[in-house]
């Protein structure tokens, strides 16, 4: 397992060695919230910052989920990647990273860290071909035709400029630029490409920032500086192994109900599954998945796991495709949230351990129900009144 505070050579790192050590180097062998507590910002791998998403599993959790249950070499899934933190923290602990999104933009996302390049120089080469590209196309492209929403957030030079990035990237399918290009689409500095606008949730804030109070704030915004000084940031403190290209990963962008893995060939899955009814994932996303491609981001929404109505009819099934697809002492470690609302407080993880016990007839055994209380400072939305625990659900398929 990875040394919490392992050296770095030339910002890389050798993950041969599988031991997770604390503060007196005494080896963890079980969950321990005090190796995920505290900001991860500056210790976690700068690509997993590659672009923002609510409800993002933080990377310290994920590590030690992914070292007390599995090995390397093994085949670590994550049937609802999000913004990729399993599948990436997999790779660099030298497992097969085997991920899973029905969101477009997780797919984007998760495919884009795993297909980060192997240096910055290679990445930074990519960019400037992408932008001299952008730049040439962007003269001739008709920008009238795109919705008023989404065209209200972009100066519209900034928005040709961006809509010709994203036609380019779609045909060459380089997933690390788009998800680059994602990250710095929206949000209030002006390192990013639109108007004054919220980072996490798009929504234009024109009454704190009036335009005739700060008209520098809706000048033009330029693709190229803006995009190159990303890939930078993406590579400040990388810590990509050096076998990076030697990588293995699968990633699906398939309803998690019916996944494309063979049965019993996975070693450990480690995911945070959408929480009961307490995120509207396309909606909070859904700048970023029309550039994507998704015109109809509530019909996405309807479909997605998160939804209310389906949520345990869904899981249910999930949690069988889960067990069929996990090997014979496989573990299943999933992050999970209370849900509170109107009063009444819906305990997820006890809900599918008891689901998983029904649907495969008592394959999985419950190992362990983990609590943490989840400070407010980690939320993306202070002082919700929704989701005060994350809980972690421990299966083994017996």
């Known amino acids: 397992m990875a040394n919490i505070g392992i050296d770095t050579l030339d910002n890389r790192i050798d993950c041969s060695e599988q031991l997770i050590f604390f503060d007196d180097h005494e080896l963890i062998d079980k969950l321990d919230a005090r190796l995920w507590h505290g900001s991860f910002n500056g210790r976690e791998s700068s690509l997993q910052q590659l672009s923002p998403y609510v409800g993002k599993l933080k990377s310290g959790m994920a590590k030690v989920l992914i070292n007390l249950y599995s090995s390397p070499g093994d085949i670590v899934l994550d049937p609802f990647s999000g913004s990729g933190v399993v599948p990436f923290e997999a790779a660099l602990l030298s497992r097969k990273a085997y991920a899973n999104d029905l969101s477009p933009y997780a797919y984007t996302l998760t495919r884009g860290k ?13 960019a ?4 001299c590209a952008a730049e040439d196309l962007a003269a001739s492209v008709d920008v009238s035709n795109i919705p008023a929403w989404v065209s209200e957030f972009f100066h519209p030079d900034t928005l040709r400029e961006v809509v010709s990035a994203f036609q380019i990237l779609n045909q060459q399918k380089d997933y690390f630029l788009t998800a680059s290009l994602l990250g710095i689409l929206h949000h209030v ?5 639109s108007y004054p606008a919220s980072h996490l949730v798009p929504y234009l804030r024109k009454s704190k920032y009036p335009p005739d109070q700060f008209p520098e704030m809706y000048a033009y915004r330029d693709i190229r500086t803006r995009l190159m000084a990303k890939v930078k940031r993406a590579y400040r403190r990388h810590y990509l192994p050096l076998a990076w290209n030697n990588r293995e990963f699968q990633v699906w962008q398939a309803n998690s109900m019916a996944l494309p893995i063979d049965d019993g060939i996975v070693g450990a899955i480690v995911s945070s599954p959408p929480y009961f009814g307490a995120l509207d994932y396309a909606r909070d996303n859904r700048l970023r998945l029309w550039f994507l491609g998704c015109q109809d981001w509530k019909e996405l929404d309807s479909s997605l796991t998160a939804n209310n109505k389906v949520y345990l009819s869904q899981m249910a099934l999930c949690l069988k495709e889960m067990n069929r697809v996990l090997k014979t002492d496989g573990y299943c470690a999933l992050v999970l949230g209370d849900f509170e609302r109107n009063g009444k407080t819906k305990r997820t993880a006890e809900i599918l351990a ?12 419950v190992e362990t129900i983990y609590d943490d209380r989840i400070p407010d400072e980690r939320r993306s939305r202070r002082e919700t009144k929704t989701t005060k625990f994350e809980r972690i659900l421990v299966m083994r398929k017996t």
């Open 114 to 126: 795993l297909e980060a390049p192997a240096s910055e120089q290679e990445a930074l080469k990519r």
């Open 128 to 131: 400037e071909l992408l932008i």
């Open 189 to 193: 500095r002006p390192g990013f490409l």
């Open 354 to 365: 008891d689901l998983a016990l029904e649907e495969t007839n008592n394959q999985f055994v």
